[in-house]
Antibody, heavy 115, light 106 residues
């Protein structure tokens, strides 16, 4: 059973960037996709994109292209989500999840953008 | 790109059957999954491959598929089933959630 542990909450200034991590254990990290999912306050789940570590390939939902970078470090079994040019509207809870079926989820990381 | 459409809300009384639909062209060729999310909690999968139930999910949860629509059915809904429900499907490089349905059981 894959377990995903995410980094802690972040508070950022507008215009800055943030990088959230998702460390995997209990599975063959390189072989399955890691997706990132956004949940803005009071809103639904949005699939942002995914990385397949063994292919070093990332795919992004059209809405988030140019805004995010998803990457993975196979040596530490850790996936990353970087968001740039942060605005208050980027305040959200971000989840990572494994596999095409989103079988396992991280606990979520709250990113707050505030001046 | 594909889209998945759900009703924004469904309301039933305890013991009644709740049905939540999800529609989208992608569902004619790709499986759907259903996630339940209670306030402040991480989403939990309650149905995969349109109609399969993961271990630990009560038998009152079931799923079905017809053409471009999938349906989550909760037979004899309980107060504890009150939650947001999201359908999800993965097509090629276009993976997506429906907008979510708030199920009220009261």
């Amino acid at each position: 059973q894959v377990q995903l542990i995410q980094s802690g909450a972040e508070v950022k200034k507008p215009g800055s960037s943030v990088k959230v991590s998702c460390k995997s254990s209990g599975g063959a990290f390189s072989s399955y996709a890691i997706s990132w999912i956004r949940q803005a306050p009071g809103q639904g789940l949005e699939w942002m994109g995914r990385v397949i570590p063994i292919l070093d390939e990332s795919v992004y939902a059209q809405k988030f292209q140019g805004k995010i970078t998803i990457s993975a470090d196979r040596s530490t079994a850790t996936a990353y989500l970087e968001l740039t040019s942060l605005r208050s509207e980027d305040t959200a809870l971000f989840y990572c999840a494994s596999g095409e079926s989103l079988d396992s989820w991280g606990q979520g990381t709250l990113v707050t953008v505030s001046s | 790109s594909y889209e998945l459409t759900q009703p924004s809300s469904v309301s039933v009384s305890p013991g009644q059957t709740a049905r939540i639909t999800c529609s989208g062209d992608v569902l004619a060729k790709k499986y759907a999954r259903w996630f339940q999310q209670k306030p402040g909690q991480v989403p939990v999968m309650v149905i995969y491959k349109d109609s399969e139930r993961p271990s630990g999910i009560p038998e009152r949860f079931s799923g079905s598929s017809s053409g471009t629509t999938v349906t989550l059915t909760i037979s004899g809904a309980q107060v504890e089933d009150e939650a947001d429900y999201y359908c999800y499907s993965a097509a090629d490089n276009d993976w997506m959630f429906g907008g979510g349905t708030k199920l009220t059981v009261l």
